[in-house]
Nanobody
Framework: QVQLVESGGGLVQAGGSLRLSCAAS????????MGWFRQAPGKEREFVAT????????YYADSVKGRFAISRDNVKNTVYLQMNSLKPEDTAVYYC?????????????????WGQGTQVTVSS
């Protein structure tokens, strides 16, 4: 069982930056691929970014490529999402997810554990 707790969300002006963190419980964090997803009001949950077990491979949604960066620290059992050049359309609840495989996935149904989410609001 893995428990995930996100933090770092908030209100920011367009063009600003935020860094989300996701702290994971358990001693097998390094065996999990991790992902970030988001859900805006009235929309389906969508993929944002994912990272494999050792941080050596990442993948991003086209909408965030070049602006967001996912990373992980397997000593601290934490995955991060650095978000730069934020836009109003990035406003959503952001969720951290863990996959019981070492390689990443962009599909939400491939993930076994989810955090409670953290709100990100970007004002124009």
């Amino acid at each position: 069982q893995v428990q995930l707790v996100e933090s770092g969300g908030g209100l920011v002006q367009a063009g600003g930056s935020l860094r989300l963190s996701c702290a994971a419980s358990g001693r097998t964090f390094s065996s999990y691929a991790m992902g970030w997803f988001r859900q805006a009001p009235g929309k389906e949950r969508e993929f944002v970014a994912t990272i494999n077990w050792n941080g050596g491979d990442t993948y991003y949604a086209d909408s965030v490529k070049g602006r967001f960066a996912i990373s992980r620290d397997n000593v601290k059992n934490t995955v991060y999402l650095q978000m730069n050049s934020l836009k109003p359309e990035d406003t959503a609840v952001y969720y951290c997810a863990a996959r019981s495989r070492t390689y990443y996935s962009t599909r939400s149904y491939d993930y076994d554990y989810w955090g409670q989410g953290t709100q990100v609001t970007v004002s124009s």
